[in-house]
Every structure is written in C-alpha cells, then in structure tokens.
T-cell receptor, first 117, second 115 residues
Framework: GAVVSQHPSWVICKSGTSVKIECRSL??????MFWYRQFPKQSLMLMAT?????????EQGVEKDKFLINHASLTLSTLTVTSAHPEDSSFYIC?????????????FGPGTRLTVT | SQELEQSPQSLIVQEGKNLTINCTSS?????LYWYKQKYGEGLIFLMM?????EEKSHEKITAKLDEKKQQSSLHITASQPSHAGIYLC???????????????FGTGTKLQVIP
C-alpha cells in the first residue's frame, strides 16, 4: 500500500511555543489530506480537511487560528499548533487520500505524540 | 453522539473460530473503510466499500456494505493470533454544511485471539 510519513514522531514543547508537524505522502500524490486527533480511550476525531492549494476546512469546534494547516504541495501538508498549552497534548494523525480510477483509498501516517509541558 | 456505531466493543475468540464485527450508521454512507491497528502501531488500511451490496476480501477478512449503505460487516474466517488488534471502521458522510464529505470513525473493536 501507499506510504504516509509524519515528522516528528514525538515532540515535547513548552507551553506558549508553537510546534509544526509534517505529513508527507511518499510514493503518491494526495490531493486531499486529513488531520486527526486521538484522545485517550476515544476514537479519532477529524480536525480538518485540506486540499492542495486551498484553505483547509475545519470541523466544528476546532480553532483554525490555533491549528494552522498548510497543504503546500501534493505530497506535503503541515499542522502547526500555535501557542501550545498542556491541553493540546495529544496524538495527532494525518492521512492522505489517493484516487485510483473509480475508487479511492485512504492511508494514515504513524502519528505524532505531542506533549506540552 | 457517535455517528458510527461499532459492535462489539471487544471480542475474545478461540483460534480457528469465525467472527463478525459490525459498523452501523444512521446516515447513508458514501464510502466505508475498514482499518486495523496493531498494538503500538499505526492504522493499516484493509479495504474500502462504496456500492450497496459490495463485498471485498483481503486474505481471510471479508467486508460487505449492505444494500441501504448504512451498515457494514467485517467477517474473519478461521481467526489466527495475527488477526488480533483493533478494527476501526471509517465512513464518508456529508457534513453539516452540505456537500462536503468528511471521514468519521467508529469507536473501534478490540479483538483478541486465543491460541
């Protein structure tokens, strides 16, 4: 299957600082990328959907000024957590959608563990 | 409220037994995905179903989307310890702002296979 990478795999930062997480599709072009957050003992929560070259669409309740998403190319999307606070500590996962003829598939990155101290 | 309901939440089966996991939505599903997550690893894409009545197989795992496209079942035949993990269904449904598809996820089913 297709490969999606995330960097970094884990990061610890101080409260008030910003953190950037990269999501790359390694062997395919992804016109659509998704960012999720996983809370402990809960399922994945979609934060936003980004299409290459356009502004991300955020889910209700997700602060767009806090979670900046940039989908600069067909293989790279970034999530920047601005002015991070301890409550932002979580596991962030990206996924990329690939269209194959009449079907499409979605692949996930390995996730990034963010800890804000 | 959860848009996708998965059942059961957890399952323990003897090796060699068959099992079924269900994923149900109150809304029409425009695309249904099944994933597996092994403990400590990322999500692995298993298969995607789009058409009502569609059935796909991946090794000993078969998934089907019902005709009304509101429920999918994942069936494992002759389960093995390697099947253990968390199975997650995800679905494309229309968002509240209309015409916009988003992927939402079920709560997951934890499967243990006893040798």
């Amino acid at each position: 299957g297709a490969v999606v990478s995330q960097h970094p795999s884990w990061v610890i930062c101080k409260s008030g600082t910003s953190v950037k997480i990269e999501c790359r599709s390694l062997d395919f072009q992804a016109t659509t990328m998704f960012w999720y957050r996983q809370f402990p003992k809960q399922s994945l929560m979609l934060m936003a959907t980004s299409n290459e070259g356009s502004k991300a669409t955020y889910e209700q309740g997700v602060e767009k000024d806090k979670f900046l998403i940039n989908h600069a190319s067909l293989t790279l999307s970034t999530l920047t957590v601005t002015s991070a606070h301890p409550e932002d500590s979580s596991f962030y996962i990206c996924s990329a959608r690939i269209y194959r003829a009449t079907d499409y598939e979605q692949y996930f990155g390995p996730g990034t563990r963010l800890t804000v101290t | 409220s959860q848009e996708l309901e998965q059942s059961p939440q957890s399952l323990i089966v003897q090796e060699g037994k068959n099992l079924t996991i269900n994923c149900t939505s109150s809304k029409t599903l425009y695309g249904l995905y099944w994933y597996k997550q092994k403990y400590g690893e990322g999500l692995i894409f298993l298969m995607m179903l789009q058409k009502g009545g569609e059935e796909k197989s991946h090794e000993k795992i078969t998934a089907k989307l019902d005709e009304k496209k509101q429920q999918s079942s994942l069936h494992i035949t002759a389960s093995q310890p390697s099947h253990a993990g968390i199975y997650l269904c995800g679905a494309d449904i229309y968002g509240s702002n209309g015409g916009y598809q988003k992927v939402t996820f079920g709560t997951g089913t934890k499967l243990q296979v006893i040798p």
